[in-house]
């Protein structure tokens, strides 16, 4: 292998020699033609990770002049609104600083230990007892192989936003300046989480959290009046996690702790699950989110859930009929719920989770190893919301997708239940986990194009557990510039940039901020 290379580069100094030759000039071809078409393993050592010249320029995904405009005078100046992450809520009550770069970037992102373990790093680097400055080395070792996935460009976009390293590609070659350029910074007051927050605009973001959180840190964010607006998110999921009763039970345990109450029976397990959806709203939560194989929705009567509730409570599993009509119940009471208080709920559907036994047994869930399922989505999703409809208990809605053969029939689902009530009612969610790339993020805007309207979306949000994660507003924005722009100059739409610079500005946040009833100021 290694005497390939060195013939390769041999040949390459012969083609050059001959170029010059030819054309009288002392640039190489490879110069002439601009960094971009160097092979990187031939060039040698540092130059390998310098950042070439059209990589991630200002432009960056802006391919002509309207594009440009659209983005560099309208969606770049907008406030970042999260409607949907996973921060996690006392790093940001604390105000936590990092001690370094691994601990900001590696620590929970599972996108990052998935793409580790397929470059075959022990798992010993990504989740286990190796140093952070090790763990970093054989992220930084993983990177390079990273091209062509969301990770790679991600990852630059980051240490330029954050940390101001425009010249450099992380490569093992670059991976200790990095990290001690970065490290230094982010142990400075000013990396301290919320200053991060503020750096890049946000207004408001919305964390996720179980029906028993005490809140505490949305609370004393509250109290501190910290300029970012943190809301919680109630999140469910547990409530109706009927594939484990024990763990079922202890949950309905603290459920009744945190109520004050006794929990028997079918009845009193929804009033307490009322009680923690008021205490949540109390507490300034406006939206839920679940996140489901697909929207359940059986046939059921009342007096099967309390004979299903009291199976539960004895102990005994369920079977699947069982199982599929208490998810159905609880999902028909949330959404109610949902509606009766005024809040928008979120349905991500499509995922297959915890595939790997071995590793779920080590490791727990939400590791790396959930994927794209393939659930029968159309017709339970149609019931549902059909369900609530009829009741007049369809709360707004957001439906996200996880598998890219549903786009087309979940954004054509929303205009089925959209009913003049407010703007953009029901809402095809952005592209979300395994879709939240270049082409997922083109696909959801080109389906929403199609089926619904586009003008009218709420647009992105990070759903991310880092707090470095938000240069993934600009990309969206800056694909989404590119769409608009690029159909003006084929003639598809007018070159009006008024009308199409509003729209920008709406889609970036400003419908959002209409859409969700929480109050910035
Ligand atoms: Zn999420």
Known sequence: ????????????????????????????????????????????????????????????????????????????????????????????????????????????????????????????????CAGDYEKFEKWAQTVPYCLRNPLYHWTHLELKRYFGIKDKLLGPDTAKDIYKACSE?????????????????????????????????????????????????????????????????????????????????????????????????????????????????????????????????????????????????????????????????????????????RLFEALGPDIGCDSIGDFEIARPLSRFLDRLDCKGKLPKTILYNLNPRDSDLVAAMIGNFQDGVAAGKMQYGSAWWFLDQKDGIEEQIRVLSNMGLLSRFVGMLTDSRSFLSYPRHEYFRRILCNILGSDVEAGLLPNDLDLLGKMVEDICFNNAKNYFPMELD
């Open 185 to 357: 910074m982010l142990r400075t007051p000013d990396f301290s989480v919320r200053n991060i927050l503020g750096k890049m605009n946000v207004k408001l973001i919305c964390t996720t959290e179980d029906p028993l959180d005490s809140l505490e840190h949305h609370k004393k964010l509250r109290q501190d009046g910290f300029q970012v607006k943190v809301h919680t998110a109630w999140r469910p999921d547990r409530a109706m996690g009927v594939e484990e009763v024990g763990d079922l039970n202890k949950w309905i345990d603290a459920l009744g702790r945190a109520c004050d109450m006794q929990i028997q029976d079918y009845g009193s397990y929804l009033e307490a699950l009322r009680k923690r959806h008021a205490y949540f709203h109390e507490n300034g939560c406006r939206l839920s989110d679940h996140g489901l194989e697909t929207a359940y929705s059986e046939d059921y009567t009342e007096k099967e859930i309390e004979k299903i509730f009291d199976k539960i409570r004895a102990g005994q599993a369920l079977d699947a009929a069982e199982r599929l009509k208490f998810k159905s119940a609880m999902m028909i009471e949330f959404a109610e719920m949902d509606c009766e208080s005024g809040w928008v709920q979120q349905l991500h559907l499509g995922a297959l989770r915890n595939n790997n036994t």
């Open 1 to 128: 292998m290694k005497s390939l290379c060195v013939m390769r580069r041999a040949s390459y100094a012969i083609r050059d020699a001959h170029y010059a030759l030819r054309t009288g000039t002392k640039k190489t071809p490879r110069e002439t033609r601009g960094p971009k078409y160097l092979a990187p393993q031939f060039i040698a050592g540092s130059a390998r990770t310098k950042m070439p010249d059209k990589f991630m320029s200002e432009d960056f995904l802006l391919q002509n002049k309207t594009t440009r405009i659209l983005y560099h005078e309208h969606a770049e100046k907008m406030p970042i609104y999260d409607y949907h992450c996973h921060l996690p809520a006392k790093q940001i009550a604390d105000d936590h600083r990092f001690d370094n770069l691994t601990q900001a970037w590696l620590y929970g992102d599972h996108y990052k230990w998935r793409a580790m373990r397929t470059n075959g790093v022990p798992e010993r680097y990504i989740t286990g």
